[in-house]
C-alpha cells in the first residue's frame, strides 16, 4: 500500500502525474489538497494526521474530512504577517 499526498497547485508534481504514478501500485490511495503547493504533506496538521493514520493501518481509507473542498477559493492575502 501507497499513500500518495499531491498539492493543487503543484507545478513539478501536478495531481495528473500522482494519479497517474499512483495506478502502478496496488492498495494505493491517492489525495490531492485543494490550494495547497509542493510540500503538502507538512503543510497542515490535517495531512500530517493522515500520514500517521496510513502508517498505523494502511489498509484504511484515509479519512480526508479535515481537508477544504475542492471548490474551497483560493485567498491572497496583501498584507505581510506582522514580524
Known amino acids: 500500500p501507497t499513500l500518495f499526498v499531491a498539492a493543487e497547485i503543484d507545478p513539478g508534481c501536478p495531481p495528473p502525474l500522482t494519479e497517474a ?13 485543494t490550494n495547497a503547493t509542493h510540500g503538502v504533506i507538512n503543510a497542515s496538521p490535517c495531512t500530517r494526521k493522515m500520514a500517521r493514520d496510513f502508517l498505523r493501518d494502511p489498509s484504511r481509507p484515509v479519512d480526508r474530512t479535515c481537508l477544504p473542498a475542492a471548490d474551497t ?7 505581510a504577517p506582522a514580524a
Open 21 to 33: 504514478a499512483a495506478k502502478g501500485y496496488a492498495n494505493s490511495q491517492v489525495v490531492i489538497v
Open 73 to 79: 477559493p483560493l485567498d491572497f492575502t496583501l498584507e
